[in-house]
């Protein structure tokens, strides 16, 4: 993958997106070789990442390491999903749980891995959501360095002059089916970048009384693994006014191979 016919990838795809501009950055990378797929993720409050052993459509050995997480209970998703992975179908792996037993970023993060596991090369999402200016704000997602949605959204509503204008993410699941496979899957991407950039409205480190999700929402929130006193400091950082973005490290690394 050296040299210049390396199209997939360049070294300036280790900058954010929208430079300079206050917004939330994510990015998704999987990483696929026979017999077994690596996949990571990170953003500003996020940093898993997740190896999947396979043979003959079997998932055989999973590992799952959760680098920053914004509360201590996370760290417990993990070996949780490592334990009810092991052993399922690759075709089953977007939907072998109920998501909201484990962390949703992990479990999105497994399913994303599952589905490009007998692929021949690495894929990249960069995403960005603008900070929000009286409920207005950019939503944006390349896959490789090729742009594939830019939405304004009022909250969570896409506004004109989108195709899709009128939308509202939170029903995103009932009309994705009117995209094509590759639109579909990055669309689903977004809304998740979406819905978590509101975490950049806080900051935990100082801020005791944080909205937090309703009981059950994920691992940290279901009742045997809440912990009102679990905040995590030092889990929070922001892109926004640096030269790298998310997964900037990983990103060179597979440049250079």
């Given at each position: 993958?050296?040299?210049?016919?390396?199209?997939?990838?360049?070294?300036?795809?280790?900058?954010?997106?929208?430079?300079?501009?206050?917004?939330?950055?994510?990015?998704?990378?999987?990483?696929?070789?026979?017999?077994?797929?690596?996949?990571?993720?990170?953003?500003?409050?996020?940093?898993?990442?997740?190896e999947i052993a396979h043979a003959g459509g079997i998932i055989t050995a999973v590992s799952a390491t959760t680098i920053r997480h914004p509360w201590t209970t996370c760290a417990g998703a993990g070996p949780l999903l490592v334990e009810r992975l092991r052993g399922r179908r690759l075709a089953d792996a977007a939907a072998f749980d109920s998501p909201y037993a484990h962390c949703t970023h992990l479990y999105d993060l497994a399913g994303q891995?599952?589905?490009?596991?007998?692929?021949?090369?690495?894929?990249?999402?960069?995403?960005?959501?603008?900070?929000?200016?009286?409920?207005?704000?950019?939503?944006?997602?390349?896959?490789?360095?090729a742009p594939v949605h830019a939405w304004t959204l009022d909250r969570e509503t896409i506004l004109p002059p989108h195709p899709y204008a009128g939308r509202n993410l939170r029903a995103?699941?009932?009309?994705?089916?009117?995209?094509?496979?590759?639109?579909?899957?990055?669309?689903?991407?977004?809304?998740?970048?979406?819905?978590?950039s509101i975490g950049r409205t806080f900051d935990p480190d100082v801020q005791r009384d944080v909205p937090t999700p309703p009981p059950g929402a994920c691992f940290t929130h279901?009742?045997?693994?809440?912990?009102?006193?679990?905040?995590?400091?030092?889990?929070?950082?922001?892109?926004?006014?640096?030269?790298?973005?998310?997964?900037?490290?990983?990103?060179?690394?597979?440049?250079?191979?």
């Open positions: 993958m050296a040299g210049e016919d390396a199209e997939w990838v360049w070294r300036e795809r280790t900058a954010p997106l929208r430079p300079g501009e206050a917004a939330l950055r994510r990015a998704v990378l999987v990483d696929p070789a026979p017999g077994r797929v690596r996949a990571a993720l990170e953003d500003d409050f996020h940093h898993f990442e997740i891995a599952a589905s490009r596991a007998c692929t021949e090369r690495p894929v990249l999402f960069r995403m960005a959501v603008t900070d929000a200016v009286d409920g207005r704000r950019e939503a944006l997602i390349d896959r490789d360095g995103l699941r009932q009309w994705v089916t009117e995209l094509d496979p590759g639109e579909a899957e990055a669309a689903l991407l977004l809304r998740r970048a979406v819905f978590i279901q009742p045997e693994n809440f912990d009102p006193d679990a905040r995590a400091r030092g889990s929070r950082r922001d892109f926004s006014g640096g030269r790298a973005g998310p997964l900037a490290d990983r990103i060179a690394t597979l440049a250079e191979q």
